[in-house]
């Protein structure tokens, strides 16, 4: 079976979708393939959400926002948008996702961080989803007594 494949959309491509493609990388450990872009490119990652993703040892700094193109989500086994409503694509006999989550643009560190949180739990419960086994420190994310498993993005 070959490893599966994820695209994270949502507008700017400059603070959600990149920390999941960011966190979803970093679980994966290339067990399983991530790209992520946007409706409306940014021109460059949200600072505040690079230096959330820092806090946990993940450089997306190096990330750039990009459109996607019709080739790269036919080539998804699962599409996850997040806040980008119409402009998404769709493409019958895909697995779609829609996360809501609070657009961390505008928000200083503080504010992101909430939002980060909420993507690592959803992307260790998307790998759990799609049979790519976590670490055990992965795993403790998603347990029933971590502040993570709170949904305060809903």
């Not at 990388?25 to 690079?50: F, L």
């Not at 657009?103 to 998307?126: N, Q, Y």
Request: proline letters at 8%.
């Amino acid at each position: 079976m070959s490893a599966p494949v994820v695209l994270f959309l949502c507008v700017h491509n400059a603070g959600r979708s990149q920390m999941a493609l960011g966190f979803f990388n970093h679980h994966a450990k290339g067990r399983a393939i991530a790209r992520s872009g946007g409706s409306e490119p940014a021109d460059q990652v949200n600072p505040a959400a690079v230096a959330a993703m820092a806090e946990r040892g993940i450089d997306i700094a190096r990330e750039f926002p990009k459109p996607w193109t019709d080739e790269i989500v036919r080539a998804a086994d699962v599409v996850v948008t997040m806040g980008c409503g119409d402009a998404c694509p769709y493409f019958p006999g895909k697995r779609y996702e829609d996360w809501k989550l609070d657009d961390p643009a505008g928000l200083d560190v503080d504010g992101v961080r909430p939002v980060r949180d909420e993507i690592e739990r959803r992307v260790l419960v998307l790998l759990d989803e799609l049979g790519v086994p976590a670490t055990d420190a992965s795993r403790a994310a998603t347990s029933p007594s971590s502040p993570r498993t709170t949904n305060s993005a809903e």
